[in-house]
């Protein structure tokens, strides 16, 4: 079992920065495949930003040079620094951490933190 908490949601202006974390708890976090999703209402959840176990990371095309995700394993933390912010970046951010074996999957979902770029 993986207990997500995301933190450093909220208000900037076009053009500014954000830093969200995600704190993980109760499993082996350094195996997981950490993944940023965010949602718009009305709007299908989407894929931002992921991370391997080993540290491999790929972004979606929307976010590519702006965003970068990246991971603590001994502070079983993963972040997401979001920069050159725009209005379409508007969303709750989710954490998600992913790890598939054999016979299982295992799939977590953290609360959500808003993010809100407006003048």
């Known amino acids: 079992q993986v207990q997500l908490v995301e933190s450093g949601g909220g208000l900037v202006q076009p053009g500014g920065s954000l830093r969200l974390s995600c704190a993980a708890s109760g499993s082996i976090f350094r195996s997981y495949t950490m993944n940023w999703y965010r949602q718009v209402p009305g709007k299908q959840r989407e894929l931002v930003a992921a991370?391997?176990?080993?540290?491999?990371?790929n972004y979606a095309d929307s976010v590519k040079g702006r965003f970068t995700i990246s991971r603590d394993n001994a502070k079983s933390t993963m972040y997401l620094q979001m920069s050159s912010l725009q209005p379409e970046d508007t969303a709750v951010y989710y954490c998600?951490?992913?790890?598939?074996?054999?016979?299982?999957?295992?799939?977590?979902w953290g609360q959500g933190t808003q993010v809100t770029v407006s003048s």
């Open positions: 991370i391997t176990s080993g540290g491999s990371t």
């Open positions: 998600n951490a992913l790890r598939t074996t054999m016979s299982n999957k295992y799939n977590y």
